[in-house]
């Protein structure tokens, strides 16, 4: 094998191996309202919206939040204190967001 192959081969395992949610910055309080969110599921505790590369949780308690790829692939989890948290994603897709006990489909 020659030098170049394996390093090659090494760098595709390392790319491989990186996280799905790399791209994802965490969840950030949100400190105004946004004029471009949609709301996807509210209940009396919890609302999950959406904007443009966005996910946004509005919670009036503590909350355990994760979020997947449509293939299952985490991308980010956290509890979250009380109020509105946004979640900038990495690319446009349909997400899978589960807040306390519930859980739904999110298109970003």
Known sequence: MTRRFIITTAICCLLLALPAHAGAKG??????????TRSVVRTSEIEILAAKGVILVATSSQVSVKVFTILGQPIAQATLQPGTHQLQLPAHGIYIVKVGDLTCKVAV
């Open 27 to 36: 969840w950030e309080p949100v400190k105004t309202e946004r004029s471009d």
